[in-house]
């Protein structure tokens, strides 16, 4: 079993920085497909950005240039680091794992964290 906790979030004016934080348990970490989503009230969920187990990253286009993802395997964390901070970041974000990383075509994210509120103010 997975367990996510994440921590970070809060209440920043627009143009602010926020950074987020996932500590992961239960398995190898090194071998997980790491994930940050993020749900707005009446909205669906949305990616905003991963890091697979090798390494690979990607961004939604509305967070590029602003945030950054990174992991550290020996620490079992994934961070996401929010800059310029806009309105319309404003949601609950939530870390996601996928255990399976080495044995996934595709990323299959099957554990997820409580979520931690961003709010933006303008």
């Known amino acids: 079993q997975v367990q996510l906790v994440e921590s970070g979030g809060g209440l920043v004016q627009a143009g602010g920085s926020l950074r987020l934080s996932c500590a992961a348990s239960?398995?190898?970490?090194?071998?997980?497909?790491m994930g940050w989503f993020r749900q707005a009230p009446g909205k669906d969920r949305e990616k905003v950005a991963t890091?697979?187990?090798?390494?690979?990253?990607y961004y939604a286009d509305s967070v590029k240039g602003r945030f950054t993802i990174s992991r550290d395997n020996a620490k079992s964390t994934v961070d996401l680091q929010m800059n310029s901070l806009k309105p319309e970041d404003t949601a609950v974000y939530y870390c996601?794992?996928?255990?399976?990383?080495?044995?996934?075509?595709?990323?299959?994210?099957?554990?997820w964290g409580q979520g931690t509120q961003v709010t933006v103010s303008s």
């Open positions: 239960g398995r190898t970490f090194s071998n997980f497909n």
């Open positions: 890091i697979s187990w090798s390494g690979s990253i």
């Open positions: 996601a794992a996928d255990p399976r990383g080495p044995f996934r075509i595709r990323p299959q994210y099957d554990y």
